[in-house]
Nanobody
Framework: QVQLVESGGGLVHPGGSLRLSCAAS????????MGWFRQAPGKEREFVAY????????NYGDSVKGRFTISRDNAKNTVVLQVNSLKPEDTAVYYC?????????????????WGQGTQVTVSS
């Protein structure tokens, strides 16, 4: 497994932006696809975004398409989620995770390492 540490969350007004980062320990992290998930109070954790090991392929949940962008810098072992045009319903704890096999990118069972999460609160 790998250690993942998220940062960049905070309180933002509707329409605002944040840059969430996920730092991964170990050089082998660049060999794996990485995902972002989120969990709002009282709700199940849901898929947000995925990026392949090379960074050449990305996928997004329907509710964030066109507003969120996932990227990675393998030289720095970092995955970034740029979140724009934030809405109150984006309020959640955001987690990054490492995908360990070829299962569906939006299914949590295929991720074996998770960070502690970073809180994003969107409120006026």
């Amino acid at each position: 497994q790998v250690q993942l540490v998220e940062s960049g969350g905070g309180l933002v007004h509707p329409g605002g932006s944040l840059r969430l980062s996920c730092a991964a320990s170990g050089r082998t992290s660049r060999l794996y696809g990485m995902g972002w998930f989120r969990q709002a109070p009282g709700k199940e954790r849901e898929f947000v975004a995925y990026i392949s090991a090379s960074g050449g392929s990305t996928n997004y949940g329907d509710s964030v398409k066109g507003r969120f962008t996932i990227s990675r810098d393998n030289a720095k072992n970092t995955v970034v989620l740029q979140v724009n045009s934030l809405k109150p319903e984006d309020t959640a704890v955001y987690y990054c995770a490492r995908k360990y096999n070829s299962g569906r990118y939006y299914e949590q069972q295929w991720y074996d390492s998770w960070g502690q999460g970073t809180q994003v609160t969107v409120s006026s």
